[in-house]
């Protein structure tokens, strides 16, 4: 699940955030959405600077020029990204610009290249655990370490693309390729063809299979579905520096639940035999084999004892002569460091992690091989997320304190200087910071206070790729020194009359900031995005919400057009980080351990009491919001908390956690087997009936995440019960449901369903006059915005 945070809204929406998650008058009826519904969704005509769904979500993108993956060339002279088109922006080619003149150009035109196949099952299932299902043409892009070539994987096969325009196709088969890559050290092109790993010389020659017996339930040199999903691993195969040895993982699904997923689509129904390993179900069963370039010479890691644990990372010390392998506990309480001979495939423990008693282990992808054999380490043993160096066994800290160090962003190994992102100004805006290894704790910031910012490094550490943006900024790229002095505008995107976002920028309501009490005393933080007030006016509220672990929603950056085109609607934009969400430091998100649907809702709802009190918000017009874990979140709020919320819309809800996958689902809430009761506690289904308020229920139906059964066999249970409810599913759309037209339906079915159950239904409680609007934080809030 990680990180569908902010739903449909953010990233159909033109968020610089890639997580993709994401109707009638009277009382809901048990009914699918009426033509009435579709009529509404119908846009207005636009007036000058109105927003509208046409525009939030069409081409160009109102949030203007958002570059993905940007690299620098081996040599540093080039930066490539890959840009979306304005007439189309869900397609991306590669872009180069020239660092030391400013000059840009298209290096590959998608369109031009690609032969437009359609993708294998399994790398559309890939993108989908990338969160990029709905992008097409190029979606990522390897440099050759001479700095003359780039792969390009596209349509289903590879290319290669020299500096000077020509293209070279290097395959062309059947089913496509999986995790392509270029070796370290340049010799080869590696991918995944029917389930085995194969390699192809950069500089000519025919591809040869390093495995095999890869088939049926048996894959090797991919990641399995919750190392993709839930561990952030993409790969399952590994080069060292020099080209001489490959690490290849090999697993076998056949233990694993078959679950029986229809894709239920516009012209038809397709019925997957998914291996799904659900709580408390077995998982897959992991090995790891070091090997020649060639296949040959395999070795099998010694990864211990208990065949049932994850393969969480696999990293090559820098000379080749090791492998460190990280190995997590199945319920997850404990990692261990292994560090592996790659001759004789034995492994030793370096250190371990260990969580607290209702507690886990994060994964983490902040730390660095060094060359001297050491390492830098990001670990939560003081409670918050810091750097150590761990050398010859000792620990010493480079960063503390009551804040977290987000990511790892670079490493200068011969100025002993580390770059990282962390929270040390403040929990809402992700700053960049430096630290020399020999002066731990003296931190020096990077990044200019106002923005949230996220970067990444060249390989050694000289410049920095600093990606930012704020409320009333849309994302903007720049190249900086390592001492964070900016050098050139990669995507400056300022919002001047040739920016898309310009017709509606004078027009841009505030967006607010403040916090609330917890029952236990801690300070919750919310935002806020509220229309142009009139005195003695109250008005509606949505409340969006996501509530679960691993997503910061409230932060000071761009959130997109659609919480201002609520705002133009009449709405007040409201969102919430309850107890459980990240970056607060481990015992803040504790609270979650064996406790889904309690300490969020109850949160939650501390937020919306205090909308209440506000004279300027209707206190029974307040709706809420959720996708994916916020559309748990959504049915947990109206089931326990009756009468509070004026009607929900839940996207894609988990129902029951025991259909959910092991490696999240088990983190924070134990082996079903064992802790049946808190599954009990936490799932949807069985209150059902305790609905009482308007309810619109909405699940993509070829959803291969959280299955389509969670919303069918909760429809189910309302209609057994005749509890009124709406829903709407969308045939094809998987856990994204979005896309040209799709997001435009999506949300005006949204809008249509709260304007009628909310926003647009008489008033229950009079108005009383007051002369002025007080600011809508009584605590020590701030507002950016025009």
Known sequence: MRAWLLGMMLASAGSSAMAAEQVQTGAPTPALTTDATAQAATPPVEAAGTLTLAKVFGSPDLSGTQPRALKLSPDGTLLTYLRNRADEKERFDLWATDTRTGAERMLVDSKAVG??????????????????????????????????AILVPLDGDLYLAGLDGNVRRLTNTPGGQLNPVVSPAGGYVSFVRDQNLWAQPLNGGEAKALTTGGGGTVHWGEAEFVAQEEMDRRTGYWWSPNDRLVAVEKFDEEPVHVATRAAIGATGTRVYEQRYPAAGTPNVLVELYIMKPDGTGQVKVNLGAEPDIYLARVDWMPDGSGLLVQRQTRDQKRIDILRVDPATGRSTILFSEKSGVKSWTNLTDAYRVMKDGSLIWRSERSGYGHLYRFAAGKWTPLTKGEWVVTDLIGVDETKGRVFFAGTKDDVLEQQLYAVDIAKPNQIT?????????????????????????????????????????????????????????????????????G???????????????????????????????YGGPGSQTVTRGWKGPLPQYLAQQGWIFFMLDNRGSPNR????????????????????????????????????????????????????????????????????????????????????MGDPRIDGAAYAASAAIADASKIRDPLLLIHGMADDNVFLDNSTAFAAEMQRTA??????????????????????????TIMAFLNRTVRDRPEALPVPAVSSMPTPAPTAADSEGK
């Open 723 to 748: 509890t009124p409810f709406e829903m709407m599913f969308y045939p094809g759309n998987t856990h994204r449901v979005g896309g040209p037209g799709v997001s435009q339906h999506l949300w005006g």
């Open 445 to 513: 910031r990077l990044t200019e206070r106002g923005f949230t910012n996220s970067g990444s490094m060249d390989g050694t550490a000289s410049r920095l790729i600093v990606q930012r943006s704020s409320p009333t900024q849309p994302p903007q790229v720049y190249l900086a020194d390592a001492a964070g002095q900016r050098v050139s505008w990669i995507a400056e995107n300022a919002v001047n009359e040739a920016h898309p976002w310009f017709p509606y920028a004078a027009g841009q309501a505030a967006t607010t900031f």
């Open 585 to 668: 430091g481990k015992a803040f998100e504790d609270h979650l351990y064996h406790a889904m649907g309690s300490v969020e809702v109850a949160d939650q709802l501390k937020g919306a009491e205090y909308l209440k009190t506000l004279p300027f918000v209707e206190p029974t017009k307040i709706a809420t919001y959720g996708w994916s874990y916020g559309g748990y979140m959504s049915l947990k709020m109206l089931e326990k908390t009756p009468g509070v919320y004026a009607a929900a819309v839940a996207g894609a809800p988990v129902t029951n956690w025991e259909l959910y996958d092991s490696h999240y689902t088990e983190r924070y």
């Open 515 to 545: 916090t609330i009490e917890a029952a236990d005393g801690t300070d919750l933080h919310w935002t806020m995005v509220a229309p142009k007030m009139e005195p003695g006016k109250r008005y509606p509220v949505f409340f969006q919400h």
């Open 115 to 148: 032969s437009g196949a359609e993708l294998s099952e399994a790398e559309k299932m890939q993108r989908e655990r990338t969160r990029i299902g709905g992008s097409k043409g190029i979606v990522a892009y390897d440099w050759a370490p001479d700095g003359k």
